[in-house]
């Protein structure tokens, strides 16, 4: 299993901009996929934005050209820069890592970190 460790969560009007990290307790070589999800209240957890183990990345149609997922290798951080954030941006944004071995597919979630957008 992953520990991860987000930061950058807060209140901000809308239009403005948060960037999120999620610091992976090991090497992000050696994990499958990691990215952002989010949940609002009353609502199901969906992706935002993804790696995969290919480097690709998916992201949500609600916040492309929004929002950029980046990674640092070396610090083994997962960033989402998100701009013109609005309302329905609103929600707890959680990182999670993926892990494939032998012993089978293990998901990684991190504590959360609360995204508000209002004025």
């Known amino acids: 299993q992953v520990q991860l460790v987000e930061s950058g969560g807060g209140l901000v009007q809308p239009g403005g901009s948060l960037r999120l990290s999620c610091a992976a307790s090991r090497s992000i070589f050696s994990i499958n996929a990691m990215g952002w999800y989010r949940q609002a209240p009353g609502k199901q957890r969906e992706l935002v934005a993804t790696?995969?183990?290919?480097?690709?990345?998916n992201v949500a149609d609600s916040v492309k050209g929004r929002f950029t997922i980046s990674r640092d290798n070396a610090k083994n951080t997962v960033s989402l820069q998100m701009n013109s954030l609005k309302p329905e941006d609103t929600a707890v944004y959680y990182c999670?890592?993926?892990?494939?071995?032998?012993?089978?597919?293990?998901?990684?979630w991190g504590q959360g970190t609360q995204v508000t957008v209002s004025s």
């Open positions: 790696f995969d183990s290919g480097d690709r990345t």
């Open positions: 999670k890592a993926t892990t494939v071995s032998g012993s089978g597919k293990v998901d990684s």
